[in-house]
């Protein structure tokens, strides 16, 4: 529980511990068809280096190509338990994963080409300390790839949203607007788009910006680079 606070924090949620077992039953119909056409888009290419955090029941694990080295991280040991089953049972050797917290990770500076996080930003305490974590292990030139529900730009969504957050926090989420999310980190926003028009999700595909492995000090809003057709959706959130 926050101090200060009634209401519990989202990643306290029952839904990732005692409740995980209904986790994958309620969200991978909704989620993975989204998931899985992500990943496909990057083509991810023989021997990258993938890092996912917050992996949960592993819901994702079967999107990536095997020809990657994919590590899964997660704070939740029952979570991080359905997805252990989830691998043995596929036998997959090319996943590893390890009970991490995200905001804390325990991996060098710039080891991966790519690091994930779907559905997470909006569940752990500090999406600041979890996004500057996820730039300093991802490699200069890497992408970071997020996909979550971001706040509506549209006044009355957005007051729903906050309407609703006594309980999403109960169930396991709370909402931010996207710009809380990258502001204030050197990212290039690749593509920030959604897979169809009323989906409340969006994706954000970010090029690492940083140099030589250091985290700078960016005093500009994250620039949005290569927005077309399918790029930058002014009205996604
Ligand atoms: C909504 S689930 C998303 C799981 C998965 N990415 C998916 O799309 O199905 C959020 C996950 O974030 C994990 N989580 C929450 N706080 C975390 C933290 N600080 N570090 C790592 N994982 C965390 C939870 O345990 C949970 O498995």
């Known amino acids: 529980m926050a101090l200060g ?5 989202a990643y306290e949620s029952k839904l990732y511990g005692e409740y995980s ?3 994958d039953l309620i969200f991978a119909r909704f989620f993975y068809p989204r998931i899985a056409a992500v990943i496909r888009d990057l083509r991810i290419p023989a021997g990258a280096k993938v890092l996912e955090l917050g992996v949960g029941t592993g819901m994702a694990l079967r999107a990536y190509p095997t020809h990657c080295n994919v590590t899964g991280v997660d704070l939740a040991p029952d979570m991080l338990e359905r997805a252990q089953e989830r691998i043995d049972r596929r036998g997959w050797r090319h996943i590893e994963l390890h009970q991490m917290d995200a905001m804390n990770l325990d991996f060098d500076d710039s080891s991966f080409d790519y690091v994930m996080a779907f559905h997470v930003v909006s569940v752990v305490p ?3 300390k979890f ?11 890497g992408k970071i790839v997020v996909i979550n529900h971001f706040r509506s730009d549209q006044p009355v969504l957005a007051a729903i949203d906050r309407k609703i957050e006594p309980i999403t926090r ?5 909402t931010l607007g996207r710009e809380e999310v990258f502001a204030g980190l050197p990212l290039e926003l690749s593509r920030v788009y959604k897979t169809s028009r009323r989906s409340l999700f969006t994706i954000v595909v970010a090029r690492n910006a940083k140099q030589d492995g250091a985290i700078e000090a960016a005093s500009v809003p994250p620039q949005v680079v290569g927005a077309g057709a399918q790029g930058q959706d002014a009205a996604a959130h």
């Open 170 to 174: 109960r169930v396991g989420w709370h």
């Open 131 to 141: 996004m500057k974590e996820a730039q300093r292990v991802c490699k200069p030139d």
């Open 126 to 128: 500090s999406a600041d």
């Open 5 to 9: 606070s009634t209401l519990p924090e």
């Open 21 to 23: 077992g209904i986790y």
